[in-house]
């Protein structure tokens, strides 16, 4: 079964307006997740590292400000796409390492497409 | 900057068919490399590999990883048609870097 859950699955909003994904570790606990964005024919881009208890590292390129993430407990982060524009429309993918040790193998979550019209 | 190629970017090949994916990686701070399919949404664990040479086996699914010349196949014998997928390689440390990958459509 899943052991990375993601909500939505899927979500259609307008320009403008904002838009929470959650990514859950089921059984688990995640003191680190990883956000990636995946745009068709595409590779998967990592975006951001959201550390439990402290701010999330984004990539280069990423804007923070327009991509809030928040790591509030050990199985839960979300990332917030504020004022959602078309451009943003993509799928957007979570992981997290399963054990806490360095090479534990990435776990992901079943992404969520995100559609701004 | 760090990156990750895979090649062929797509492969047709027919029921019963052996496939080799490659993988090549450079990429700072490298501890493993990791092999997923992905199907329809999120991408399934396939092998992790972190020492050179030592083959990992799971059914048809073999992966071998070569940190000399900075490579890795993926080989799946006795394709099927359930094996079509994009396989994904991503390496690093805590942060993976992927590449592009594979799409893999076996035909009956």
Known sequence: GAVVSQHPSWVICKSGTSVKIECRSLDFQATTMFWYRQFPKQSLMLMATSNEGSKATYEQGVEKDKFLINHASLTLSTLTVTSAHPEDSSFYICSAPLFSTDNSPLHFGNGTRLTVT | ?108
């Open chain 2, 1 to 108: 900057e760090d990156k990750v190629v895979q090649s062929p970017l797509s492969l047709v090949v027919h029921e019963g068919d052996t496939v080799t994916l490659n993988c090549s990686y450079e990429v700072t701070n490298f501890r493993s490399l990791l092999w997923y399919k992905q199907e329809k949404k999120a991408p399934t664990f396939l092998f992790m590999l972190t020492s050179s040479g030592i083959e990992k086996k799971s059914g048809r699914l073999s992966s071998i990883l070569d940190k000399k010349e900075l490579f890795s196949i993926l080989n799946i014998t006795a394709t099927q048609t359930g094996d079509s997928a994009v396989y994904l390689c991503g390496g690093g440390s805590e942060k993976l870097v992927f590449g592009k990958g594979t799409k893999l459509t076996v035909n009956p």
